[in-house]
């Protein structure tokens, strides 16, 4: 049996090309982006245990068959629908972009805590985010956009370069665990993420 682990990725497989595919063949009104939109949706109401490509068509008004010539599997869609939700985090913006404060109006232990309470509230509308951010190698582009901005904030805590891998294993796995909404009462979580900081500054070198 083919497990999640066995497959290989959506972000790293490649589709046949538009033309090997008759035109008649595909559905009207359809494309990856609704389909997505659709199994996210799907996901926020009955969770992993109802989700399924006969359900998800039902939901859009086609047939089951007619999702594939989109996507190859239910684990694409997953996967696809995992980085989706991870596209809605607000992430900190790019240092010189003008949506960026300047470097003395907000510290990265600030920026840090934002972070970790947007990606607290993300779960809090997608519970399911956990067990596939688990199941699925978190490769896609907002997954990554993500990782970047994260190792962008730690290299602004004085971190040794060699340390900051670690401190970002760190604060990814803080936000997977300690992040499930259902799982940590909000006092626990924000003494951790306490904790987490302060161990950060000990670390870091001085400003």
């Known amino acids: 049996m083919v497990t999640a682990a066995d497959r290989t990725s959506v972000w790293l497989a490649s589709r046949p090309a538009a033309g090997t595919r008759r035109r008649s063949e595909q559905p009207t009104g359809l494309d990856r982006e609704k ?6 949706r799907l996901l926020d109401a009955e969770g992993l245990a109802g989700f399924s490509m006969r359900r998800l068509a039902a939901e859009l008004g086609v047939t ?3 999702l594939y010539w989109y996507v190859d599997t239910k684990d694409d869609l997953l996967e696809l ?24 109006a907000r510290s990265w ?10 990606y607290r ?14 199941e699925y ?15 962008r904030l730690l290299g ?10 670690g401190a970002h294993l760190a604060v990814s796995r803080f936000l997977h665990g300690c992040g499930t909404v259902r799982q940590v009462p909000e006092g ?13 500054e000990a670390h870091a070198r001085p400003a």
């Open 35 to 40: 389909i997505t939109a659709a199994s996210v």
């Open 64 to 66: 089951a068959m007619s």
């Open 81 to 104: 629908a995992l980085d989706a939700a991870l596209g809605e985090l607000a992430l900190p913006p790019e240092p010189g972009s003008p949506a960026s404060p300047a470097p003395s």
């Open 109 to 118: 232990s600030d920026r840090l805590r934002a972070l970790a309470c947007g």
């Open 121 to 134: 509230r993300l779960l809090a509308v997608h519970p399911w985010l956990p067990a596939l951010s688990a």
């Open 137 to 151: 190698p978190n490769i896609g582009p907002h997954a990554r956009a993500f990782d970047t901005a994260l190792m």
């Open 156 to 165: 602004a805590t004085g971190l040794a370069a060699p340390r900051r891998s």
């Open 188 to 200: 626990d979580f924000q003494f951790a993420l306490d904790l987490l900081v302060a161990g950060i």
